[in-house]
């Protein structure tokens, strides 16, 4: 944290700092210099550093454990966003950051209303705010996935948003959650970042949030596109992108400045002597959508087909056939059916194409728009 002469310095060498309103006098308890027009407070304004946010939502990267030595059984999200900016002091010479503390909560409790908030606070305080280079969120590994999707549809102004999570506590010998963290914040303030849609930033590797899935429950090398790859790489902390920025196939994007909630999507795996029951089960306990991991490309048992026919054509419910299998893609045509109706994945896997129909339920999408958003990502 820096010291109060320090910072009253760095305010006497960038009161010309337009975008940032108030300065304050600071304290034990209260380290913030500045504070912009949104109300962001900041630890510290260089003028010729990027302004990024930090939004933070818990997780392991936030977690704590009495032993050293533990990477499970540890209390995810105990941290505070304050607490994770101060541990890496060398976020300051890359970026000046300002830290929101949107939820503090492993990534299983990260409910749609939390990424709601999540998409339209990185609305408002960074693609809106002329100031701000970027976005990073930090988030617990589980089902980052989900919540990297979610935000690579629903925030497109250009500027970066780079997820960021930890496989070790922060109490863990080598824990990996400062580096990650540093590295995320260099990303989301790098130019060539931009145009990209949301990032996924782990172990040295920026991956495609469209692609990005957990390959492996404890290795911190586990966040992959197996087929699609990584967009680049750090190299002592400096970025270096493979391609320039392109727009992955099949992508669409959602506003959501006027949603306020997301239709329940039920994900449904499939496995040998498949029974139907999960299904109605599913829809009568409030599924809107339905998606299935299913065996291969799509594939589930004669019942559960017959099942889905009777879904899908007597309470229109749409069901969105996907893979279990960790890569590939579910082509249309391998969907066996008497309906037309049946919505292939195409390359999206259960959980991408689980935040892609709820998107499309909250924006009111009938079953033929439905099928039509899924199409791009499919080959046939
Ligand atoms: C610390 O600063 C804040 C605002 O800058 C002020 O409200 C608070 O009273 C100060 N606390 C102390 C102990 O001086
Ligand atoms: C900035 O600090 C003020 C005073 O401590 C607080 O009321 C406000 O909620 C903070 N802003 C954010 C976005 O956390
Ligand atoms: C502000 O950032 C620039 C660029 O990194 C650096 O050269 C300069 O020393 C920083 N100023 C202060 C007061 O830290
Ligand atoms: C910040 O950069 C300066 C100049 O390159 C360097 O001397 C200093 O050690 C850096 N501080 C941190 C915390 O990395
Ligand atoms: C949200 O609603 C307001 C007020 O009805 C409207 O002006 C605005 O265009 C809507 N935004 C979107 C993205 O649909
Ligand atoms: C679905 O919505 C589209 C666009 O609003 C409309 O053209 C089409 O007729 C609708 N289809 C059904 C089956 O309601």
Not at 68 to 92: D, R
């Amino acid at each position: 944290m820096l010291s109060l002469a320090t910072s009253l310095a760095l305010l006497a060498s960038v009161s010309h700092a337009s975008p940032i309103l108030q300065t304050r006098q600071t304290n034990e308890t209260n380290p913030f210099v500045f504070t912009n027009s949104n109300g962001l407070n900041f630890t510290q304004m260089n003028s010729s550093l990027p302004n990024v946010a930090i939004f933070a939502t818990g997780g392991t990267i936030a977690g704590s454990s009495d032993s050293s030595t533990a990477t499970a059984g540890y209390t995810a999200g105990a941290l505070g966003i304050m607490t994770l900016i101060s541990a890496v002091p060398e976020l300051l010479n890359v970026s000046n950051v300002a830290g929101i503390q949107i939820s503090n909560v492993g990534s299983e409790d990260v409910t749609s209303t939390i990424l709601l908030t999540l998409a339209k606070e990185i609305n408002k305080y960074v693609c809106q705010d002329d100031s701000m280079a970027g976005a990073v969120v930090t988030h617990g590994t589980d089902v980052l996935e989900e919540t990297a999707f979610f935000l690579d549809a629903t925030v497109n102004c250009g500027k970066p948003v780079v997820v960021v999570g930890a496989m070790r506590p922060a109490t863990a010998i080598s824990a990996d959650g400062p580096f990650n963290l540093l590295e995320a914040v260099t990303v989301a303030v790098s130019p060539e970042a931009k145009d990209r849609g949301a990032m996924v930033v782990m172990n040295d590797r920026i991956t495609s949030a469209y692609y990005v899935t957990k390959t492996n429950a404890n290795t911190m090398d586990t966040f992959r596109a197996p087929e699609q790859g990584h967009l680049g790489a750090l190299l002592s902390n400096t970025p270096y992108f493979y391609y320039p920025p392109v727009k992955p196939t099949g992508k669409s994007e959602y506003a959501v400045d006027n949603v306020t909630s997301i239709p329940r999507v039920d994900i449904l795996f499939a496995y040998e002597d498949m029974h139907s029951d999960t299904l109605y089960n599913a829809v009568k306990s409030g599924a809107k959508g339905v998606v299935i991991a299913g065996a291969g490309a799509g594939g589930v048992s004669t019942p559960f087909n017959a099942a889905m026919e009777d879904v899908i054509s007597n309470h229109c419910i749409p069901i969105v056939q996907s893979t279990r299998a960790m890569s590939g893609e579910v082509p249309s045509t391998g969907i066996s059916s008497d309906t037309a109706l049946h919505i292939a994945s195409g390359y999206l896997n259960p959980m991408k194409s689980r935040i892609l129909l709820g998107l499309l339920l909250a924006h009111g999408k009938n079953m033929t728009e439905i099928a039509e958003a899924f199409a791009p990502s499919t080959v046939a």
